[in-house]
DNA sequence: GGTCGAAAGTAGTACGTCCGACTATATCCG
DNA sequence: CGGATATAGTCGGACGTACTACTTTCGACC
């Protein structure tokens, strides 16, 4: 699936012998870690739209299809949409126009508030949702090779630097704070 | 430097119930990696792109003016540069040539083979890269928080994945068995 | 030596993302 | 009540990426 020869040598290594020969020490690690996340998610994200293809969905279409499947009425304001997948607003009316044009979701007008619009899973949309995640589990979540553990690790670790981002509030006082721990 | 406000709850953690209410067990932890990957990727392009905003580059341009300075010649073949950063030739393309309009990088035939293209680095663009890499290293790479053990549980993790999808070919003989281990 | 396939790079197109500007509506308050 | 401000969503543009198709050149084979 990589459109590219394997390298002979894992160039976040490399990247990370360069920063400690040039006397970086302190942000070699923290770049190798940063470095990997990103070709990983380039690997990923190449996976999962070659796997969704066959649906004419990409990741990011089928993000707001996954998100809208697990609501009780299968409908959402486009407003929360672009909050939970944190993205442009722009980029939820992009995929949305798209979703539309292929009849899996539908925009309506919200009667409390007329600048508003939710966007509601079509029939068609709920089963092409459907087809599409038994797919990823499938070919992508169930095949990434990724050992509990490992799953455990880099979840915590990510979720600790997300919520230091601002990705979300970490639950430091009621709901549940147990942590990723093995 | 989200455009966001934090979200209430971890969409992460959520995602990974709704997997498991619908029974799909297996694939809930790596779809919740894969996920976190995904939304951490995001933070980091973005923090980095805002980075590099004042020396007009982007994440993806620094990475070609990194790679070249850290060649002898500070010159690679446009073909080599898409290999080692695994995107497609195009975008090579298209990075030098906003890179050659900046003036960080210059086209130079090569002698040996009239269709390739030596991508050198000019006396500005190794100035530029040099104050760019400072940036990066203070504001992001040594703000991520991640600790020693995240560093090498991710990279540890993220290598195992990337060696599998073809990023590299594993030292399995003779080079360098060393895993990231602490 | 000439042909034919492969390789390096580029042009054009599609898609996703962000940003800034804009419209329409809602809300706050004086 | 009415103007100022804020919010929901869209439009146009910039940028990064990939894909396809194409040109030029290389190399290999007859």
Redesign the pocket.
């Known amino acids: 699936m990589p459109?590219h020869e394997p390298l002979p040598r894992d160039p976040v290594a490399e990247a990370r012998r360069n920063w400690e020969r040039e006397g970086w020490t302190q942000a070699a690690g923290p770049m190798a870690a940063v470095t990997s996340i990103m070709r990983a998610q380039?690997l990923l994200l190449?996976r999962a739209?070659?796997i969704l293809k066959p649906f004419r969905?990409?990741?990011?279409?089928y993000?707001v299809l996954a998100l809208l499947s697990f609501t009780r009425e299968h409908r959402m304001?486009?407003?929360?949409?672009?909050a939970l997948?944190?993205?442009?607003?722009?980029?939820?009316?992009?995929?949305?126009?798209?979703l539309e044009g292929a009849g899996l979701v539908r925009?309506e007008p919200?009667s409390?508030?007329?600048?508003?619009?939710?966007?509601t899973l079509t029939p068609e949309g709920l089963e092409v949702v459907a087809q599409a995640t038994r797919a990823l589990n499938k070919d992508l979540f169930l095949t990434t090779g990724f050992e509990d553990h490992e799953v455990e690790a880099v979840v915590g670790a990510l979720n600790g630097f997300r919520a230091r981002c601002g990705d979300f509030t970490p639950p430091e006082s009621s709901s549940d704070p147990r942590r990723a721990g093995s």
Do not use: C, G, Y
């Open positions: 459109q380039q190449a739209d070659r969905l990409t990741f990011s279409r993000e304001l486009m407003k929360k949409a672009s997948l944190q993205v442009h607003p722009t980029s939820i009316t992009n995929a949305v126009d798209r925009r919200v409390t508030d007329r600048r508003a619009v939710n966007v």
